[in-house]
């Protein structure tokens, strides 16, 4: 993971992303991200935290993938389940992170 940043809202972050080249929504590909988590980076990664409703928090990440693609993932408060892409991809800048 290179650099995270806070914005306001949520579609700031989408905003700026999409400037820098990321087109690929991969909520629609979360099964892929599931089953073949190497083949994706993490650029970069824009945490929201609710000032008194934890249901207002939200991640979004700036990842590319081994082939090239560089796209968003958007996931809410309830999306960190066990078995989901959000998981997945909270543990692999975790990763990052202790490798710096």
Same mark, same amino acid.
């Given at each position: 993971?290179?650099?995270?940043?806070h914005?306001?809202?949520?579609?700031k972050?989408l905003s700026?992303?999409?400037?820098? =080249?990321?087109?690929?929504?991969?909520?629609l590909q979360?099964e892929?991200?599931?089953?073949s988590p190497?083949?994706?980076?993490?650029?970069?990664v824009y945490?929201?935290?609710?000032?008194?409703?934890p249901?207002?928090e939200?991640t979004?990440?700036?990842i590319?993938?081994?082939? =090239?693609?560089?796209?968003v993932?958007?996931? =809410?408060?309830?999306?960190?389940?066990?078995k989901?892409?959000?998981?997945?991809?909270?543990t692999?800048?975790?990763?990052?992170?202790?490798n710096?």
């Amino acid at each position: 993971m290179k650099r995270m940043f806070h914005y306001a809202p949520v579609s700031k972050a989408l905003s700026e992303l999409a400037d820098k =080249g990321y087109s690929v929504d991969f909520n629609l590909q979360e099964e892929r991200i599931k089953h073949s988590p190497e083949e994706f980076t993490i650029d970069e990664v824009y945490r929201y935290e609710g000032e008194s409703d934890p249901g207002d928090e939200a991640t979004v990440y700036g990842i590319t993938s081994s082939n =090239g693609e560089k796209g968003v993932f958007v996931a =809410g408060f309830g999306a960190f389940t066990e078995k989901s892409a959000a998981k997945v991809l909270h543990t692999l800048s975790i990763g990052d992170r202790e490798n710096e």
